[in-house]
T-cell receptor
Framework: DTEVTQTPKHLVMGMTNKKSLKCEQHMGHRAMYWYKQKAKKPPELMFVYSYEKLSINESVPSRFSPECPNSSLLNLHLHALQPEDSALYLC????????????FGQGTRLTVV | GENVEQHPSTLSVQEGDSAVIKCTYSDSASNYFPWYKQELGKGPQLIIDIRSNVGEKKDQRIAVTLNKTAKHFSLHITETQPEDSAVYFCAATYSGGGADGLTFGKGTHLIIQP
């Protein structure tokens, strides 16, 4: 099973709303990632969690707040977003170390109005 | 940081012909090079990868080659089929003891003409 499950699939939120994106994997992977993908662009790394600890933050604005409650779950809390934050948000997971195949979820299509 | 260039941005081939997509990377420390296929409305799907201690890897109709000296790697798809139509991304990273994210190329829109 190489499945990474993201919920919700679609989300529309206002600029004053607070919402959360969720990601789950049961492959025993101890590295989890958030990427942002704008239309017709490649995915761009936002955050990396290693053993449930934040290890990389690619200078992401504080209105995006990641959380890793346990080794299977990854959340992205959203607050006071701007319309330019509208994008496909992708979660991925991988093993630690050299066997680094990363598996992606289907993404959450976020629209900020 | 790593920078990955990918060409061409669009590739149209006749069904049954071969397709080649090329990437270059900048960071000589990068040692892991995956390729992803992304269909409309879906997340990227890993289709093949190669590590820097290997020059070529094949999986049925798909092959990847790596030239470490020139910092080039390429995806080759033979006997293309309509279901191969998608956007393909190359990526690079350093794969050591920790976890680092992937740096992606800009993508190639592959169109298979019937």
């Amino acid at each position: 099973d190489t499945e990474v499950t993201q919920t919700p699939k679609h989300l529309v939120m206002g600029m004053t709303n607070k919402k959360s994106l969720k990601c789950e994997q049961h492959m025993g992977h101890r590295a989890m990632y958030w990427y942002k993908q704008k239309a017709k662009k490649p995915p761009e790394l936002m955050f990396v969690y290693s053993y449930e600890k934040l290890s990389i933050n690619e200078s992401v604005p504080s209105r995006f707040s990641p959380e890793c409650p346990n080794s299977s779950l990854l959340n992205l809390h959203l607050h006071a977003l701007q319309p330019e934050d509208s994008a496909l948000y992708l979660c991925a997971s991988s093993r630690m170390g050299p066997q680094r195949e990363a598996f992606f979820g289907q993404g959450t299509r976020l629209t900020v109005v | 940081g790593e920078n990955v260039e990918q060409h061409p941005s669009t590739l149209s081939v006749q069904e049954g012909d071969s397709a080649v997509i090329k990437c270059t990377y900048s960071d000589s420390a990068s040692n892991y090079f995956p390729w992803y296929k992304q269909e409309l409305g879906k997340g990227p799907q890993l289709i093949i990868d190669i590590r820097s201690n290997v020059g070529e890897k094949k999986d049925q109709r798909i092959a990847v080659t790596l030239n470490k000296t020139a910092k080039h790697f390429s995806l080759h798809i033979t006997e293309t089929q309509p279901e191969d139509s998608a956007v393909y991304f190359c990526a690079a990273t350093y794969s050591g003891g920790g976890a680092d994210g992937l740096t992606f190329g800009k993508g190639t829109h592959l169109i298979i003409q019937p």
